[in-house]
């Protein structure tokens, strides 16, 4: 060129703005997300188009995948626990569709129960009101109310997640078809002779004046009373053949005592015997010295186990103590012992039973047995009752405490004093029975121990064990058939998959130990034990016509009717004189209500059609079913569920069971309003969008115990951005794409069938990681695509062919066209997690007519494996590193800016790894302007990197001119004449351009 024309192109530079002719991505998708914006319109467009409606259009005649909801309580705001388990079973519901099921979820709710029924006693108590003056179905009305108030709420919350369900119709325990239908299960029971009214010891709730569940109750430090108190030995069996040894051992024992220990010395007073161990070695021990005014005085004789008399002694300040003699578990087997409070009226007899609940780690050895007050003890107590009473020993276990936590007049000497006040504070009952047993001469030794003690979760005040007057569920009871519940359990456990499998072992445990199952409650909200008792006989009246009219009422009242005045009579019609029979007004467990939620959902078509005809692969069908939540249901929810469908039905309500972990905070410390340590899911979405939850949900461990916090959300958001900047780009770069279709691959230029390769090794692992319900599995691979692959990789090298080459260009075409794949793969794939950013890429991408919820999974073509091309590509990607590992030390040393101002050389000394370059052109793939690439070590002086063997480079700066329009360097020589400061392909590029902008 001479100087004239060079003037003349460096005008036309200067002149012309290349930018616009460039093919850069246009998208109306923004970089800032705008979530707590974006999200409620989009949640507003699903209801308008009613997705779920739609998801069940598409997905008729599907074998069905049913998540049947765990009902929270409707009674105030959802916490983070409640967010992480609605994500959760989201992810399952949205994944499960797209795998190919009809994926059903229909939400429900607790209506009933003492957690709504405290609520309106707190608004009661604070307005000075009194409960008991209320008639019952008006405040049961009451209650009602406060459900429905808290459930509208809790439904927008849920929503507000992304979640997509049936909340026009979801399930409630408390409308009159779902209260029919609880009556009619316990009716089940009654009918099958499993339900009876027993007396046994339940943790009782003085403050909530209830029976509990083991699933409502927490245990929290409690100092107690503890107490070392001496059984006076009354009687003495057989105790050898050597005549003279047993006159003296006789008369040793004959005025020695059984020492206990106790941490609730309330329940001396319902002691009715002592327990050992036939595997302890006990002793008779003499105190030798102790201070004048100790209780246990010199010369005084106990029965200890071996092991401990040491700390007994220690804790009773003897300074001296001898062993006399040893005492064989034969020998106290004989022995009867005397109430330490035998002078205020307890004076039958004390035996000594052996039982395997008796060690030797801590107290005596000797366990203090009150049938009322423990479960052990009334277990031991009902084992040795046949034996007991053939020795004359009444085997009837007293109420020594009523519903108030009061002593009654079976507790001589003590009536009236309180264990519990009704505020939840220790009583006057311990000290007062700690005085008597020291007035008596028969306290050893006292102190205070602090230690793990159950409260109720609720009112989170101390319970009692107590014995009363309660309806259960026999666990061990033969049905018809034979079997039992607890056999029934246990096979359908089995039965069932585990996810973690760990749950199974902790499930069966629970069921193999469980006691009957306590289902009665002394309260008024909820569904009641609708059975009639015979007032002499005590028999549940088992008639078809009553109980028909029992359920018909409450399907048209619901359960009020059985308290409104005149039930009795109505129900038990003319064929039966009221008089004979008690209505039984206890309320049912809301553990029963709860676990009876599959009769009233599952099989109950009329309400949800979509179940008609569910057949699960117990039946012999392909339908699954799944029940999901935190592991404590496996002795809340999913326990109850179990026995109510085993006893019911013979099989368990489920096929599958997911749990997941508590919400700690970022220090894994437990989240309480205390430590200030609490996260709103409702802050998260208002800052920064559901979606980021839903990252945070499927990038954690469910499995076990889950943080969050302000450091952890951030790097969730991080990870979201880089996600989004990637589909941000693919929806750019596709608003050029013509729809040309996808060659086919054998046509298409490696590093797209590379992509390809890629799409199909990912397709299997995502579907079998979704199948897995294993989350966490599909977040990390497709991050680890998205960035690594895609905009670290790919993207980048692509760019410059996407933005610069001709339009017309086939291996542009070809590009955008992977990208095409790429993008329907990544937005199905990423639906689940990113339901709502995967649905706004998808109307971005497709238009608002459709749904990404509403495709299938991506699936990629097998045939586009090619496993030789990706171990190519693999060596290519290793040398890439190596150049741009050398690039940025020139960089940082500012010797260089952009890539394309670089030409290296590139020395191999890999023999495969220089193969592997064959047909490639690697100044391309490293974005450089030209690369050298020559055989052998390289001088010393080159760049290493120190993971990468064989391959050595030596920077340096391209030669030739910048093209104005790519940047790229090139020889001026080669330009085009037209064009003299761009390259010949932006030059063919340009023609085009001129091309279209001059029609």
């Known amino acids: 060129m001479s100087d004239t024309s060079k003037t003349s192109a460096d005008a036309a530079s200067e002149t012309f703005d290349y930018s616009k002719t460039l093919l850069l991505p246009e998208t109306p998708f923004p970089m800032r997300a705008g979530l707590p914006e974006k999200e409620p319109q989009i949640l507003k467009a699903w209801e308008e188009m009613d997705l779920y409606g739609r998801l069940r259009r598409a997905a008729r005649g599907r074998h069905r995948f049913v998540l049947h909801d765990g009902p929270p309580y409707a009674n105030g705001h959802l916490h983070i626990g409640h967010a992480l388990n609605k994500i959760l079973k989201d992810m399952v519901t949205k994944s499960q569709q797209m795998l190919g099921f009809d994926s059903d979820y229909v939400p429900g709710w607790d209506c009933h129960g003492l957690p709504i029924e405290w609520k309106i006693e707190e608004e009661y108590r604070s307005k000075g009101k009194n409960k008991d003056e209320v008639p019952v179905v008006e405040f049961r009305q009451e209650c009602r109310a406060f459900a429905t108030h808290w459930l509208t709420v809790q439904r927008e919350e849920f929503k507000r997640l992304g979640v997509v369900g049936d909340w026009a119709n979801p399930y409630q325990t408390m409308t009159f078809h779902a209260e029919a239908q609880i009556a009619e299960e316990i009716l089940k029971f009654a009918a099958s002779g499993q339900l009876y009214r027993g007396s046994k010891p339940v943790m009782w709730s003085v403050v909530e004046k209830t029976a509990l569940a083991e699933a409502e109750v927490e245990y929290h430090d ?211 029975v700690i005085e008597a047993l020291s007035a008596a001469g028969n306290l050893v030794a006292r102190g205070r121990l602090k230690h793990q003690y159950p409260h109720s979760w609720r009112s989170k005040k101390p319970v009692i064990f107590r014995n009363t007057p309660q309806w259960f569920i026999a666990m061990d009871k033969p049905y018809a058939d034979g079997t039992t519940l607890r056999q029934r359990a246990l096979k359908a456990i089995g039965e069932t998959q585990w996810v973690p499998e760990s749950g199974e072992n902790r499930i069966r445990g629970m069921i193999e130990n469980r006691p009957d199952w306590v289902v009665s409650r002394q309260r008024a909200w909820g569904v009641p034990i609708a059975v009639f008792v015979h007032r002499d006989s005590g028999e549940i009246l088992k008639d078809e016509a009553v109980n028909l009219r029992i359920a018909e009422a409450f399907r048209q009242e619901g359960a009020d009717a059985w308290f409104k005045a005149g039930a009795k009579e109505r129900f038990l019609g003319p064929q039966y004189d009221a008089a004979d029979w008690d209505k039984v007004d206890d309320v049912l467990d809301v553990w029963f209500d709860s676990g009876s939620t599959h009769a009233f959902t599952l099989e109950s078509p009329q309400d949800f059609p979509n179940f008609e005809g569910l057949k699960r692969k117990v039946d012999g069908g392909a339908d699954t079913v799944m029940y999901l939540e935190g592991s404590d249901q496996h002795r809340g929810w999913f326990h109850s569920s179990l026995l109510e469908s085993c006893g019911t039905r013979g099989r368990a309500p489920y096929d599958v069971v997911l749990t997941h972990g508590f919400v700690l905070d970022g220090e894994g410390r437990k989240m309480s309003k205390s430590l200030g340590n609490t996260v709103a899911p409702q802050d998260v979405i208002k800052q920064s969008g559901a979606d980021i939850l839903r990252l945070w949900v499927a990038a954690s461990d469910y499995s076990d115990d889950l943080r969050i916090g302000k450091e952890i959300l951030q790097t969730t958001s991080d990870a979201y951005r880089k996600l989004r900047n990637t589909i941000r780009w693919m929806l750019g770069a596709l608003a050029h794409h013509d729809g040309s279709a996808l060659p086919a691959a054998v046509a298409l230029p490696e590093l797209e069938r590379l992509m390809l390769h890629r799409l199909a090794d990912l397709s299997p692992q995502i579907h079998e990681a979704y199948a897995a319900y294993d989350y966490k599995k599909v977040f990390a691979l497709l991050t680890q695509f998205m960035n690594v692959d895609l905009s670290a990789f790919y993207f980048d090298i692509r760019k410059d062919r996407l933005y610069c080459d001709p339009v017309s260009s086939p291996e542009r075409k070809a590009t955008l066209a992977v990208i095409e794949e790429i993008f329907r793969a990544v937005t199905t794939w990423l639906a689940p997690i990113l339901s709502f950013t995967a649905e706004e890429a998808w109307w971005d991408r497709y238009g608002r007519d459709g749904s990404v919820h509403l495709a299938g999974f991506y699936e990629a073509d097998a045939a586009w494996r090619d496993t030789a091309l990706e171990e190519k590509w693999e060596k290519v990607r290793r040398v890439r590193r190596a150049v741009t590992g050398a690039l940025e030390v020139e960089r940082a040393a500012k010797r260089l800016g952009s890539s394309l101002e670089a030409a290296p050389v590139v020395h191999i000394a890999e023999p495969d790894l220089l193969a592997a370059l064959e047909g490639v052109d690697l100044a391309e793939v490293a974005i450089t302007s030209g690369i050298r690439i020559v055989a052998g070590e390289g001088p010393g002086e080159a760049f290493r990197a120190e993971d990468i063997r064989g391959v050595a480079v030596v920077p340096a700066k391209a030669g030739g001119v910048k093209c104005a329009r790519s940047w790229k360097y090139f020889e001026p020589a080669t330009a085009d004449p037209d064009f003299p400061d761009i390259t010949p392909r932006d030059a063919a590029a340009m023609r085009e351009w001129k091309q279209r902008h001059a029609m």
């Open 222 to 432: 409690y100092q107690s009373d503890m107490i070392w108190a001496a059984f006076p030995v009354r009687q003495v069996g057989s105790i050898g053949a050597d005549a003279r040894a047993v006159a003296d051992k006789l008369a040793l024992l004959r005025h020695s005592s059984v020492v206990i220990w106790t941490t609730t010395p309330w329940t001396i007073p319902g002691n009715r015997a002592i327990s050992y161990s036939s595997r302890i070695a006990y002793g008779l021990y003499r105190v030798m010295a102790a201070p004048a005014d100790n209780w246990a005085r010199v010369g005084n004789t106990y029965l200890l186990a071996k092991s401990l008399a040491e700390s007994v002694f220690k804790q009773a300040k003897v300074e001296g103590f001898e062993l006399v003699a040893d005492v064989s578990a034969e020998e106290l087997a004989g022995i009867t012992c005397a109430h330490p409070l035998a002078n205020l009226g307890y004076g039958f007899e004390v035996p000594l039973l052996d039982g395997d609940h008796v060690t030797d780690d801590a107290g005596t050895g000797f366990v203090h047995t009150a049938p009322g007050h423990g479960r052990e003890d009334f277990d031991i107590w009902m084992a040795n009752g046949r034996i007991l009473a053939e020795r004359g020993i009444e085997t009837r276990i007293p109420y020594t405490v009523d519903g108030d936590g009061r002593f009654t007049a079976e507790a001589p000497g003590f009536e009236g004093r309180q264990v519990i006040t009704d505020k939840g504070d220790k009583g006057d009952a311990n000290p007062a």
